[in-house]
Structure formats: C-alpha cells, structure tokens
C-alpha cells in the first residue's frame, strides 16, 4: 500500500452523490428504484430514531441498571460480574462492577452534543467508578471497553476547540486520565512473566494473574492494545504501556506462519504455539489487522503500516475466495473464508458477524470495490435475518451459531462506506438495521440480545457496546452535519468505537530524548503533505459513485448465494 491510500482514508476523498441524477438512470431495475433515493425528510427522520433508540437504551440503563455494568431489558433490572461463577467468562471477562455502560456511553453523549448528560456521567464515572474490585477481566475487553472510552472522554473535554459544544465539566481535573493511568497499570501483571511478551488474557484487577490462569490468548486479544495503550503512554509520557502494546504485537507477528505468512486465532504465550489453527477476518482475529493499519494512522508508525500491507496481501491470496473484482466478470461474488494458518487450506464453511468490521478496515485502507462486496455480501444475510446470526454457514446458507448479541460491525461498515462514497444505498441499510433492531430487539427496558436470529426470540442482555458503536455510528450515519462528520480526517475510532483525535502530539514519543530531526514547521508540513497528495485518491468507480455500488446482477447473485430469493 502507498502513503497515497492514506491519503484517501484521512480525507475520505468524499465524492458527492446527485440525487438529481436519479432520473437520467432510467427506472426499469428494481435495485436502483429502491436504493437510488433518499430524501432529505427521510434522513431527518432516521436521526430522530437513532437519537430515541440510543437514550431509550441510556435511560434506562440509568434508571434501572446503574451503577452496575449492564441493563438486563427485560427484567428492567442491572447485572454486575458473576461472582459464584467465576468460570462464567461470557459475563466475567466484560463486567468489572464498574458501571461499564455508564463508562462507554461517555463519548457517544459528547457526539450527540448532550453537554449537560455528558457532563453529569463523567461526574458519576469520577465519584462512582473504582477499579479496585478483585474482579477477574479479560484484558483486551477491559481495554477497548474502559480505558478507550476513558481517554476518549479525557481528551473531548481537554480540547481547546469544544467542536461538540462545552462539555468540559467545571474544575475537570484530569480524573479521567488518572482513572486511566490506575485502570492500564492494574493490567499491566499480564505483561510479566510471559516468555513470548504476549500478555496473559486475563488479569485480577486487584491482585494480578492468578497462578492457575491459562497460557493462551486469542490473537485479537493480545493484538488489539496499540491506540489505548499508545495513547496513554504520550498522554503520561511513560513508555511503559505503548512498549507492552507493541512488545505484544511484536511477539504475535513473530509466530506467524511462515509458510502461508498468516496468523492462528489461539496462541500459547509461553511457547509461542499456535493452539487455534484458524485464520480468518472474524472473532479472535478481527481487531488485530483493524489496528495495524489504525496504528499506524494515529501513531505514524511506518513498521504497522509493512504489516498491515504484508497482512493484507496474504489474506487476499488465502481467504478471498470468488470471482477476481466485484463488479466485473464471471464467478461467485467474492468472499473471504477461514483457512488453516499452516496450510492455507479452507477451515470451516462459517463466517462470523464479527467479519463484517472488515469491510470498514478495507475503506480506511481505500480498498474501495473490495470493501463494497465484503460489505453487501453481510447485507444480504441481515436482509435474510433481520440481523447477523453470529456464525453463518454459506454452504448450508443457514446458521451455525445463531444470536445476535447487537453487534455494530454492519453499521459500522456501512458509515464508513457512506462516508467515502455518499451513495444512497447505503443510508437504505441504514434504515433497514435500525428498523430491523426497532422491530425485534426492543424490550420492555432497553434492548435485547436475539437468542435465535430464525425465531427472534430475546435474551435479557444489553452489551455496553449497543450504546458506544452500534447507536453511534447509526447516529453517525444520519447526522451529516454532526462534527465527527465534517472533520472526519482529524478523528479515529477505536475498536470500541469511540473516539480519538488524529493530533500531531501522537506522532512524537515524548519519552524518547533523541528527536526525529525534523523541527516543528517540517512535521507539520509532513503532516499536511499526506492530507493533499491525493493523485491516488479515486478508488470509488464513477459507476459506484452515481448508480448501485455493487451492480444489480452481482447483488441479484449475493441473494442468491444467502438464499434470499
Ligand atoms: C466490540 O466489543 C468491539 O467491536 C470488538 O472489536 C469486537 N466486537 C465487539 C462488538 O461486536
């Protein structure tokens, strides 16, 4: 990949989509009649209802949940870690007992412009939230989940600009960076003693790793550090967690095959064996290439940019399976499958709902035709569902695993590609994943994990990630004014969704005595330079721009392949 791509995704190169032009397309396919269009009144409207979806969730969560870390919606009741069931991980790995929704909400009530909200929350993080609990977390979750919306929050209510309106609370002292700071040393035992430097997964948030704690980690858990931890470290000029970030990446990478060049999704961190010998782009993966790439966005660091680009090249020569380009010729619409790491051979016959992220990582990476059919194919199945189901078996077409915990990774793919592209179509998903979460998932208090896409049928949960990605970016995706929106350039999400400025301060270790040799003029101009070179800047066809993104045939053919039609 050349610095030029960046260059896309920092300016997202927006091309303008002309409604006006709809009639010149002719009116005889069914696709473009139904996607080509829509209006302004309907987008207003659409914001409206991700606003009320977003504060129907938030509310409640307050009034009947808080200060315990989930809502259950439909006992209207909250839930904390399970502590009689410490081998409960699907609960313990997440809830810490402190007020986790309440602490991802924070940057999402910032972009909604709620100062008074937002400046109340942070009041309850700083006066409520300890991470002294002796709950048992799983480290990348409590990273993503809680020091990423905390520094978020910290650095929205330190900019001097306030482009969100005053959410500075009076006599803010930094409360929320040291939380941070007590939180990430907290974790810091599951650096120590690994022979490998990738961490432990899970760390007792009071006294450390327990001796019996396993010794694998998933690849995505140990690889997904960088941005919070990175963050921290500029923050409070120490190099100490932005190293163990990078040291665990480091240890990931050396393991890699290195016959196919791909990684496994399970690794044991003393032995540097791979346990899980699954390559693909979902759970246990997924985050780890999102934040190569995102890492070296933020941080400029050219070593994750080598290898995100290596990454990405043998994933395409091993999982991408279908016909070469998605809007020309013949074959089976592209898709990328689970291989066998030492072999490059395929695994399974299931994808997992966290894959469809992926789509949002090749828009960044101005992999724009390769984005769109990564994208449409997981529209498909939401159409047949009215939701992902968590795995899905493309050669049976019908699930393997079969909830839907309201997981953003669609929506989220699908901001990014309306971002870069401004077609229409895609405000249409939109719509239809709101609608389908309004329709189905929407309990007494709050909203509900579906237990069987097939039936609907809820379970009583509500993950804090609803309120941080999946209500944000919908928000995101309707509010074309919104500040994120207009400086898109300047703002990075993390895994979690929330917030991070691209600044010039995370492009230099403060640490570090020796300097890069350039004086401040020439880094800013560096920094300038990669935002206006845009010569590579067209990767979206003027075809894509004007009419469907993936030509009617093709899409007509992705029903098919899910069985829709
Ligand atoms: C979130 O916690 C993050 O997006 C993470 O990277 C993986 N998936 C969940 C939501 O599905």
Same mark, same amino acid.
């Given at each position: 990949m050349r610095q030029e791509q960046l260059v896309c995704l920092i300016i997202l190169c927006f091309p303008l989509y002309d409604s006006r032009l709809h009639w010149l397309r002719g009116d005889d396919d069914p696709y473009l009649n139904k996607y080509g269009h829509f209006s302004e009144r309907e987008r207003l409207e659409m914001l409206e209802e991700a606003k009320k979806m977003f504060y129907f969730g938030y509310e409640n969560y307050m009034k009947y949940a808080f200060p315990l870390d989930e809502l259950d919606p439909i006992h209207c009741t909250g839930r904390g870690p399970d502590r009689e069931n410490p081998s409960n991980i699907n609960i313990n790995d997440v809830l810490g007992g402190y007020s986790l929704t309440l602490v991802e909400a924070l940057d999402t009530l910032a972009v909604m412009g709620n100062a008074s909200e937002f400046q109340k929350a942070v009041q309850l993080v700083i006066d409520n939230v300890s991470f002294d609990t002796g709950s048992v977390v799983q480290v990348f979750e409590a990273t993503i989940r809680v020091l990423g919306s905390l520094l978020s929050a910290h650095l929205i209510i330190t900019d001097p600009q306030q482009p969100f309106g005053d959410m500075a609370p009076p006599d803010y002292d930094d409360e929320l960076l040291e939380m941070a700071h007590d939180l990430a040393t907290r974790l810091l035992p599951a650096f120590e003693n690994t022979a490998t430097g990738i961490p432990f997964p899970r760390v007792n948030l009071s006294t450390g790793v327990h001796p019996e704690c396993i010794n694998h980690t998933c690849t995505a858990g140990a690889g997904t550090l960088l941005l919070e931890f990175g963050v921290l470290s500029r923050l409070l000029a120490d190099p100490v967690y932005d190293f163990y970030a990078h040291q665990a990446v480091a240890g990931l990478w050396k393991y890699r095959s290195n016959v196919t060049g791909l990684l496994g999704n399970v690794i044991n961190i003393q032995t540097g064996e791979w346990v899980g010998k699954l390559s693909g782009l979902g759970a246990g993966l997924d985050s780890f290439y999102e934040y190569l790439f995102k890492a070296y966005i933020l941080f400029g660091d050219e070593r994750y940019l080598q290898m995100f680009n290596e990454s990405y090249e043998t994933i395409k020569f091993h999982m991408r399976k279908g016909r070469e380009r998605c809007n020309f010729g013949e074959g089976n619409s592209p898709i990328y499958v689970n291989v066998n790491m030492m072999t490059g051979e395929i695994f399974n016959t299931w994808i997992d709902a966290l894959q469809a992220a992926w789509s949002g990582v090749q828009v960044l990476a101005?992999?724009?035709?390769?984005? @769109?059919?990564?994208?449409?194919?997981?529209?498909? @199945?939401? +159409?047949?569902?009215?939701?992902?189901?968590?795995?899905?078996?493309?050669?049976?077409?019908?699930?393997?695993?079969?909830?839907?915990?309201?997981?953003?990774?669609?929506?989220?793919?699908?901001?990014?590609?309306?971002?870069?592209? +401004?077609?229409?179509?895609?405000?249409?998903?939109? +719509? #239809? @994943?709101?609608?389908?979460?309004?329709?189905?998932?929407?309990?007494?208090?709050?909203?509900?994990?579906?237990?069987?896409?097939?039936?609907? #049928?809820?379970?009583? +949960?509500? #993950?804090?990630?609803?309120?941080?990605?999946?209500?944000?970016?919908?928000?995101?995706?309707?509010?074309?004014d919104n500040h994120v929106n207009t400086a898109l350039s300047r703002y990075l999400f993390t895994t979690e969704g929330h917030i991070l400025p691209i600044d010039r301060r995370w492009r230099s270790k403060p640490w570090e005595e020796e300097e890069d040799g350039l004086d401040e003029e020439e880094k800013a101009a560096s920094v300038i330079d990669v935002r206006h070179n845009n010569s590579n800047c067209d990767p979206v066809s003027t075809e894509s721009r004007y009419f469907l993104p993936v030509r009617s045939s093709y899409f007509a053919q992705m029903e098919r392949a899910v069985g829709l039609n």
């Open positions: 101005g992999d724009m035709e390769e984005a @769109i059919c990564s994208h449409a194919f997981y529209y498909s @199945i939401w +159409r047949k569902y009215d939701a992902l189901p968590e795995r899905y078996n493309w050669q049976l077409k019908a699930p393997d695993v079969s909830f839907y915990p309201l997981r953003p990774e669609l929506v989220e793919s699908t901001y990014f590609l309306y971002r870069a592209t +401004r077609n229409p179509f895609y405000l249409h998903v939109g +719509r #239809e @994943i709101l609608t389908s979460l309004s329709t189905h998932t929407k309990a007494k208090c709050g909203y509900g994990t579906v237990h069987d896409v097939e039936t609907k #049928e809820l379970e009583d +949960r509500m #993950e804090s990630f609803f309120l941080s990605e999946t209500c944000k970016y919908l928000y995101l995706l309707f509010d074309k």
